[in-house]
């Protein structure tokens, strides 16, 4: 789920996690701290004379009080650099619906990327991540996070939550370090959606 209008950088530049953004638009000092290591309230458009602009998104649904609370090893400024470091796919339809009928977000128009993910896991193994939660989350019941949150493939545990949380819930995210260069490669379907449903098809 990415910003509408953004398939074209994307498809130029890859999928790029806001510290690869930051990286890609040259931008330093203040802002970058700002915004890489605060909360963001509100999406942020950030310009560069040879790139144009872009939107770095919101983090509305990770409140500050209830995130300082469930930080087990790390302060709140080293979990949103950890978080802006990151890539992050939704494995199942259903979560990326409830992200889509949020208050926040319904009623407007997000650019959906659909990948395989056995294409993106071939180019990209090393940099995958897995979460068993909702890391950008704090809202509802937040569980504790902190620095073994996110998992390597060959260390995740799969089975033990799958037998716990079901199949569909022993995955909550899939994150890539950094960027996911070749995106294009692994794309099945890019499309504007609001609302739930198609506005136009970008791709194919």
């Known amino acids: 789920m990415a910003e509408a209008n953004s398939w074209p950088s994307i498809r130029k530049h890859g999928l790029l996690s806001t510290t690869a953004l930051l990286d890609l638009f040259e931008i330093n000092g203040d802002l970058r701290r700002s915004l890489e290591s605060q909360?963001?309230?509100n999406s942020v458009k950030i310009t560069h004379p040879t790139h144009g602009e872009a939107v770095i998104r919101d983090q509305k649904p990770l409140r500050e009080g209830p995130l300082a609370k469930c930080l087990v090893d790390m302060t709140p400024k080293q979990w949103y650099r950890t978080?802006?470091?990151?890539v992050f796919f939704w494995v199942t339809e259903a979560r990326l619906k409830s992200l889509l009928e949020a208050k926040a977000y319904r009623g407007k128009t997000h650019t959906i990327i659909a990948v395989d993910t056995a294409r993106l896991l071939e180019a990209n193994a090393g940099a995958v991540r897995l979460s068993p939660i909702n890391s950008g989350s704090t809202i509802y019941n937040p569980r504790p996070r902190g620095a073994d949150t996110?998992?390597?493939i060959s260390k995740y545990l799969f089975e033990e939550r799958r037998r716990i949380r079901g199949?569909?819930?022993a995955v909550a995210e899939l994150a890539v370090r950094y960027a996911v260069p070749d995106i294009s490669r692994c794309v099945l379907e890019v499309g504007h959606y609001r609302d739930?449903?198609?506005l136009k098809a970008l791709h194919p």
């Open 150 to 152: 996110f998992q390597p």
């Open 83 to 86: 978080l802006n470091s990151y």
């Open 39 to 41: 909360h963001r309230p």
């Open 196 to 198: 739930g449903k198609l």
């Open 167 to 169: 199949l569909a819930n």
